[in-house]
């Protein structure tokens, strides 16, 4: 494919972003029935959860641990490759944050889990994705690492299988097993490879949730080009969190009272980053195991989001709060669609979960057996103005 002849601002020789074209995906004969299968194994994780505590929750990523308002500032002068999308105009946007992690049940912190941070642009002008019509929201799915657990979707199946396995389990037996594969995580590292299975089973190293760098893991178009976005601290106190740990033991909600501790004395500042694709084999939009080299294209700022002070938890909403929220990559423009086996697989599962979700939480009047296999997706909490 022809690369596009545009000069990358001032930084060292790099190759110019490559323009989206459909042979950049390929679509796997199966994917079909390995999609369904997803969403079987999603289910079957919502409902252990749902029969267990009484409450319909995501079927991963189940517990939050803030909600945080604040608004997004497009970065004036981007260049052309970068001002696409919603990032065209140096406009600003309200956004809302949602700080998670990853099981699909509602554990104590000190089962340590990968990071995620969900991020809901809201106001946004464009033609919609398909299934995301009369929606005016940009969404934005970030975790704390560069790039995915599977290559793609069948093998995605396999780990998701392993979760489903250990959802239920007790939590004092997970409490063990986490500081137990913490160890073996280090010991992975100390030999020089991290194991994303082990950390997405309990083995994530203790650090504050705040001093993360958040990736998409996998690509999404960034108006006629391919990029991932990362978001990362941006303001002196938020930075001043990177690589530190917290002492979780004994605070099952330890994650929450540190984001609320640190935003009742602080606002906070992220830079949202693109890193445009400039070369499909090193650069895989297919394979989303794979982190996209920092050297062969850096991630650059394209837009700054600030959250002033302010209480970011409501213990009296209790479920409420989370309930009336959901995110998902396919909720945004045509210009930022996902790509990738692991993608198109994310179009159906979110729905599932939150069809899920509202069915459960917010009974329809008709009987069940009236209800639809997939129910329509809940609304949103209305945007907020600030
Ligand atoms: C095939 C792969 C994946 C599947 C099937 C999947 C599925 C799901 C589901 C069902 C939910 C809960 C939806 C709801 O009830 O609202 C969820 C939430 C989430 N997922 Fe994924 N996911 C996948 C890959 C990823 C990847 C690659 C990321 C990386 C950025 C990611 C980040 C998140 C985050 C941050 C949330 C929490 C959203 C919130 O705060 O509401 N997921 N995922």
């Not at 390929?26 to 999609?35: K, L, S």
């Not at 990853?102 to 995620?116: C, F, Y």
């Not at 030999?191 to 996998?218: C, D, K, M």
Request: some cysteine.
């Amino acid at each position: 494919m022809a690369p596009v002849e545009y000069p990358m601002s001032a930084s060292p020789a790099l190759h110019a972003p490559l323009p989206y074209d459909e042979t950049c995906e390929d679509v796997a004969p199966d994917e079909v029935e390995v999609i369904a299968a997803i969403n079987e194994e999603l289910l079957k994780i919502a409902r252990v959860v749902c029969n267990d505590t009484g409450h319909a929750m995501r079927a991963v990523h189940a517990k939050g641990h803030g909600l945080l308002r604040g608004r997004m500032t497009v970065e004036p002068g981007l260049t052309p490759p970068l001002a696409q999308g919603i990032f065209r105009e140096p406009r600003s946007y309200p956004v809302l944050l949602r700080l998670s992690t990853s099981a699909g049940d509602v554990l104590p912190d000190s089962v340590s889990l990968p990071r995620g941070l969900a991020l809901k642009v809201y106001d946004v002008p464009g033609e919609r994705l398909e299934g995301s019509e009369g929606e005016t929201t940009q969404d934005f799915l970030f975790v704390d690492a560069p790039a995915f657990v599977a290559p793609d979707a069948r093998h995605f199946l396999k780990s998701l299988r392993l979760l489903a396995h250990t959802t239920d389990k007790a939590a004092g037996l997970k409490k063990v097993l986490s500081a137990a594969l913490r160890g073996a995580e280090q010991a992975a590292e100390a030999l020089g490879h991290e194991s994303a299975t082990l950390r997405s089973l309990g083995g994530h190293p203790l650090t504050h949730i705040l001093g993360e760098t958040y990736h998409t893991q996998v690509p999404l178009l960034h108006g006629r080009y391919m990029a991932k976005l990362s978001l990362v601290p941006g303001s002196d106190e938020l930075r001043a969190l990177q690589g530190t740990t917290l002492g979780l033991a004994g605070q099952p909600d330890g994650l929450r009272d540190a984001i609320r501790q640190f935003f009742r004395a602080h606002g906070g500042e992220w830079l949202l980053r693109a890193q445009l694709c400039t070369d499909l084999q090193r650069m895989p939009i297919e394979d989303a195991s794979v982190a996209w080299s920092e050297a062969e294209s850096p991630h650059r700022p394209v837009a700054r989001i600030v959250c002033p002070p302010q209480d970011t938890w409501d213990d009296a909403l209790g479920h409420d709060q989370e309930d009336r929220l959901y995110f998902s990559p396919w909720r945004g423009v045509a210009e930022h669609r996902p790509l990738g086996s692991v993608m198109r697989a994310r179009r159906y599962a979110y729905r599932v979960s939150a069809g899920f979700r509202r069915d459960r939480n917010a009974p329809p009047p008709e009987p069940e057996t009236a209800r639809t296999h997939v129910p329509p997706v809940p609304r949103d909490a209305p945007p907020w103005t600030t």
